[in-house]
Every structure is written in C-alpha cells, then in structure tokens.
C-alpha cells in the first residue's frame, strides 16, 4: 500500500512565524501536492510538483511556497504564518505522467496560528 | 471555470435504509471522476474512479455510477461503520495537470 506520512498531526505557531510542512511518499510517485481543507469550502489546492525541484502554483498559492529537493519528500512553507493560515493541511502523491491516477493522502497537519 | 458540487451537504440515516448521495459536475473534458471516504481526522481515502458515462462500480455496500453530467454513490443497507464524509473529485483542468478538483462533501450519518 502507497504511504504517505505527514511528519506532525498538530501544530501551533504564532504570528509571523515560518512554518515547515513536512510529507514523505514511499511508493515512488513523480506527483506530489499539497491541499488545505476548511469547512465550508472543501479542499483547495495550493502548490504541486511533477519532479524534483520541479513546482507550480495551484488555486491559492498566496502566503506559501513549497521545496521539493528529493523525489519523495515535499515540504510546505508559510514565510510568515497568519491567524488565516490556520487549517488541516493534506500532503497526497500519485503516479506520474497518467490521467486517472487517484491521489493518495497523508493523514493531514492540523496547524492552528495564534 | 470547472465546478464540482455535492448534495446533499449531510444526510442521516436509519442503518439498513438504502439512499444516493450525487455529485454534479461541469467540465471541460472529463479524465476521470474519482470518490473518497473520510474519517473524521484522517486523510480522504480512495474508493473509486470512473472514466466514462454508464460506468458503474462497486465495493461492499457502495456503488458508484456515472453520466455525462453527474455521478451518485448508492448506498445499500447501511452500517453505522459507514458513517463518515464521501468526497467527490475531477481531474479535467489542464492547468493543474494531475491534480483533482473536490466537491465540498457530503456529511453521512447512520444511526442503529
């Protein structure tokens, strides 16, 4: 089974603060992304990769960036973290170069700001 | 602009009272249509894809259909274990290549 390990469950930071992100994949997917969720408005896509070093913006990559220096890890940052940062942040990974591949998800960061 | 949008947003149910939850969906070049359950505090996790109108699917006491324009998951006889949130997903917008674009959810709960 594909696994996708998000390094922390839960985390708190204050204003300002820069955040790390951390999510590895041990199935040897080309594509990572990540997603926030909010009740109310779903899953929103903020960054993705298709290969190392490799990133495109998704639909609100406003406040982030992202890092993928080796093929299985990619790490979400917030340079500066903001009170509307706070959410459950998902890391998931598929199969490159191939439509109707489904994503796999990590079990998700809850980061609250304070 | 591709929409994905699920109804209804919650639904209750009796355990052993069968129902549909939809999915409708506007695209430019549907790739695929994909549904996922999630627990509560957990990440979404897989159930099916569907490639094309009249597709069905199914898994225990889920299956999934597709039309042009919609995709429903019928639930037969449900189980209190069912409860959770079903999310359903596209992947047709070019721009973000391989990723999939969500609904907002549909909230099930069954009751003994």
Same mark, same amino acid.
């Given at each position: 089974?594909?696994?996708?390990?998000?390094?922390? $469950?839960?985390?708190?930071?204050?204003?300002?603060?820069?955040?790390?992100?951390? =999510?590895?994949?041990?199935?040897? &997917?080309?594509?990572?992304?990540?997603?926030?969720?909010?009740?109310?408005?779903? #899953?929103?896509?903020?960054? !993705?990769?298709?290969?190392?070093?490799?990133?495109?913006?998704?639909?609100?990559?406003?406040?982030?960036?992202?890092?993928?220096?080796?093929?299985? $890890?990619?790490?979400?940052?917030?340079?500066?973290?903001?009170?509307?940062?706070?959410?459950?942040?998902? =890391?998931?990974?598929?199969?490159?170069?191939?439509?109707?591949?489904?994503? &796999?998800?990590?079990?998700? @960061?809850?980061? @609250?700001? /304070? | 602009?591709?929409?994905?949008?699920? *109804?209804?947003?919650?639904?209750?149910?009796?355990?052993?009272?069968?129902? *549909?939850?939809?999915?409708?969906?506007?695209?430019?070049?549907? $790739?695929?249509? !994909?549904?996922? $359950?999630?627990?509560?505090?957990?990440?979404?996790?897989?159930?099916? /894809?569907?490639?094309?109108?009249?597709?069905?699917?199914?898994?225990?006491? #889920?299956?999934? /259909?597709? @039309?042009?324009?919609?995709? !429903?998951? &019928?639930?037969?006889?449900?189980?209190?274990?069912?409860?959770? /949130?079903?999310?359903?997903?596209?992947?047709?917008?070019?721009?973000?290549?391989?990723?999939?674009?969500?609904?907002?959810?549909?909230?099930?709960?069954?009751?003994?």
């Amino acid at each position: 089974d594909v696994k996708v390990t998000q390094s922390s $469950r839960y985390l708190v930071k204050r204003t300002g603060e820069k955040v790390f992100l951390e =999510c590895v994949q041990d199935m040897d &997917h080309e594509n990572m992304f990540w997603y926030r969720q909010d009740p109310g408005l779903g #899953l929103r896509l903020i960054y !993705f990769s298709y290969d190392v070093k490799m990133k495109e913006k998704g639909d609100i990559p406003e406040g982030y960036s992202v890092s993928r220096e080796k093929k299985e $890890r990619f790490s979400l940052i917030l340079e500066s973290a903001s009170t509307n940062q706070t959410s459950m942040y998902l =890391c998931a990974s598929n199969v490159g170069q191939a439509y109707n591949s489904p994503l &796999h998800f990590g079990n998700g @960061t809850r980061l @609250t700001v /304070t | 602009e591709d929409q994905v949008t699920q *109804s209804p947003e919650a639904l209750r149910l009796q355990e052993g009272e069968s129902s *549909s939850l939809n999915c409708s969906y506007t695209v430019s070049g549907l $790739r695929g249509l !994909f549904w996922y $359950r999630q627990d509560p505090g957990k990440g979404p996790e897989f159930l099916f /894809t569907l490639y094309s109108a009249g597709e069905e699917k199914e898994k225990e006491r #889920l299956k999934a /259909t597709l @039309t042009k324009k919609e995709s !429903f998951l &019928h639930i037969t006889a449900p189980k209190p274990e069912d409860s959770a /949130t079903y999310l359903c997903a596209v992947q047709a917008t070019p721009k973000s290549g391989y990723a999939l674009n969500f609904g907002k959810g549909t909230s099930l709960l069954v009751t003994p």
